[in-house]
Each structure stands twice: as structure tokens, then as C-alpha cells.
């Protein structure tokens, strides 16, 4: 069993309180699923490329080649390939990183994550079960939840059939109880994470 970690905790690991969170369902994910491999794309060092008009051309070429071993359409390649996707992501300016929209871009690849019906409708092809989005909040998000309410409906349109998201909101408003808000999106983080091993298992 594979799990890809997405890694958009861009301050890093030491100062996140995302990637801690992340931490905390990945160290019961393992114990849950013994033997679980886990996989991390750490977007704040691959320096992937936004999708430009020559790019476009090239993925296009070969998505119609199917080259899926070319190093344009790695991060494609094994997100299609995971069996569980853990994206980790602060909430900025109302959604997330530009690393992960960027990232987004280049999972998208026709016949790889997803196909066309005759129709035209999207059909996913990721094989994943499961799909975990792990945030933290300076404020609370509310109605303006652009960040996991999009990767919700990117993950499913891709085939991902469960989604579950786990939110720190309000961590930088002062005079709130950080520590007791951060130690209850940490349990909840360890639930998720050991239910998912379990059901990777
Ligand atoms: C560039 C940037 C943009 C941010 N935008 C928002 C925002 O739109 N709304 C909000 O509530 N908090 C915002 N914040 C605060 C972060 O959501 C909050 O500090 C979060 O916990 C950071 O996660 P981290 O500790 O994993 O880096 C922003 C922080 C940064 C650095």
C-alpha cells in the first residue's frame, strides 16, 4: 500500500503547524497499516512548473504517446498510482499555496488521472480509496472554505471516491485557546489517519 503525501506546508517542517498535524495522522496511519509505504511530493522543493502554452503542447504530446515515464507527468504518475493521497496545505489568502493549484495543474493529464467519455463528461482514473486535506487557519474560514471545498471536487472528479478534511481554524486570533484548538485538530488528525490505515490495510 502506498500513500502520497502532497506536501504544501511551505514555511517547513519545523515551523508548520500544518505539516505537525500531517505528522500526527501520518505516525497512525503507519501503525494502523503496517508495512504502509508512504511517498511525499514536498512541493515546497520541486519547484514544479505552472502549465504555459509549450508545456501544454508537450503534455498533450504525451498524453497521446502515453509516455507516462516522463518526468513532466511524475507528479501525475504517482498520484494515479497511490492508494490514499494526504494533501497538506496552510489556508492562504482564502484557499491555499499557489504551489498547489500549480500542482494541481500537473496532475491533471487526459488518459492518466482522467478520460473523456464520448460524451465529453470527465471520468477519473486515480486509483486511490481515500483523500485526506490537512489545514490550519490563522482566522476562521467559515464560508470561505475555497481551499478543501476545491481540492473536495478536484480529488472526486479525478476518481478519488472519499474525501476527509481536518482544519486548526483561528490559531492566529489573540487571546484564543491555540494550544486547546490545535490539540483537538490533532486528535482528530490521529482518528482520521488511523482509520485510513485501517481501511488501507
Ligand atoms: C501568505 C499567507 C497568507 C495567509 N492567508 C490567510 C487567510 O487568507 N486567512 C486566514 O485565516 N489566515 C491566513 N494566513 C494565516 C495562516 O492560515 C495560518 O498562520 C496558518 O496556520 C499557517 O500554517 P502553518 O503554520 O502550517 O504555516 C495566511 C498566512 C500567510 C503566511
Redesign the pocket.
Known amino acids: 500500500m502506498r500513500l502520497l503525501f502532497v506536501n504544501a506546508?511551505?514555511?517547513?517542517p519545523e515551523?508548520?503547524?500544518?505539516?505537525?498535524?500531517c505528522r500526527a495522522f501520518l505516525e497512525e496511519a503507519r501503525k494502523a497499516c503496517p508495512g504502509l509505504e508512504v511517498q511525499e511530493h514536498d512541493l515546497t522543493r520541486m519547484n514544479l512548473q505552472p502549465v504555459t502554452a509549450p508545456v501544454l503542447r508537450r503534455k498533450e504530446a504525451l498524453c497521446d504517446a502515453r509516455r507516462w515515464d516522463d518526468p513532466l507527468l511524475r507528479p501525475a504518475y504517482a498520484f494515479a498510482h497511490a492508494d490514499a493521497v494526504l494533501i497538506?496545505?496552510?489556508?492562504?489568502?482564502?484557499?491555499f499555496?499557489a504551489a498547489l493549484k500549480v500542482w494541481v495543474e500537473n496532475v491533471y493529464v487526459r488518459n492518466l488521472t482522467f478520460r473523456y467519455t464520448p460524451a465529453g463528461e470527465p471520468v477519473g482514473l486515480a486509483r486511490g480509496r481515500l483523500a485526506v486535506y490537512i489545514?490550519?487557519?490563522?482566522?476562521?474560514?467559515g464560508e470561505?472554505d475555497w481551499g478543501a471545498g476545491y481540492m473536495r471536487a478536484v480529488l472526486s472528479l479525478l476518481g478519488i471516491p472519499e474525501f476527509r478534511s481536518v482544519c486548526?481554524?483561528?490559531?492566529?486570533i489573540q487571546g484564543r485557546d491555540v494550544e486547546g484548538i490545535l490539540r483537538r485538530a490533532e486528535a482528530e488528525a490521529r482518528a482520521v489517519g488511523k482509520a485510513a490505515g485501517e481501511k488501507l490495510r
Open positions: 506546508c511551505m514555511r517547513g515551523v508548520s503547524r500544518t505539516h505537525a498535524l497538506g496545505a496552510p489556508y492562504w489568502d482564502l484557499s499555496p489545514s490550519t487557519a490563522g482566522s476562521p474560514v470561505n486548526a481554524e483561528g490559531i492566529d
